[in-house]
């Protein structure tokens, strides 16, 4: 038979029967748990149920202001021409979550931007079909956003600047 030893200090002692009493509620939690979730019929209801915040619905009194962080983007294109873009979209400020999130994404919206112009051939530079560039972008902004989605994309101040002049 072993014998177990107490430490002999009061605190470590106290300690010692502290962290062993909890470890003995933690198994007889689990096995609680356990033998209850065993003997539960397949369909009957949760005995706890956490519940989310309710979803907050957006009514047409809420604050619509237009995102324009992005600022104005310098664009290399394959022609050696350089594209001036401004790129706005509108989103409900009392939603401070995406909010949030479209300031944290204003690199990336850059990014998909910029790539996306500087990805088109030379011959089409010139005759930039707006709407499919803003489809595009839309969709490339949207595929990286988790809070909300982005409805329009508008353009300002879109001007190609040639570089052989």
Do not use: C, W
């Amino acid at each position: 038979m072993k014998i177990v030893k107490f430490p002999k200090e009061k605190s470590a002692r106290i300690a010692y029967i502290a962290l062993l009493s909890i470890a003995a509620l933690l198994v007889v939690l689990l096995l609680t748990g356990t033998i209850i979730g065993l003997t539960r019929q397949d369909k009957t209801e949760p005995l706890i149920k956490f519940e989310s915040a309710p979803k907050k619905t957006i009514t047409s009194e809420d604050d619509i202001r237009v995102f324009s962080g992005l600022g104005r983007l310098r664009i290399p294109l394959s022609n050696s021409s350089i594209l001036l873009l401004s790129i706005a979209f509108p989103y409900y400020a009392s939603d401070s979550a995406f909010t949030e999130e479209l300031a944290a994404k204003i690199g990336d919206f850059r990014t998909a931007a910029s790539t996306y112009f500087s990805s088109l051939p030379a011959e089409s530079i010139i005759y930039i079909d707006e709407e499919t560039a803003k489809s595009e972008i839309l969709r490339m902004f949207n595929e990286s956003l988790r809070l909300g989605r982005i409805d329009a994309l508008y353009f300002s101040d879109m001007m190609v600047i040639d570089a052989g002049l």
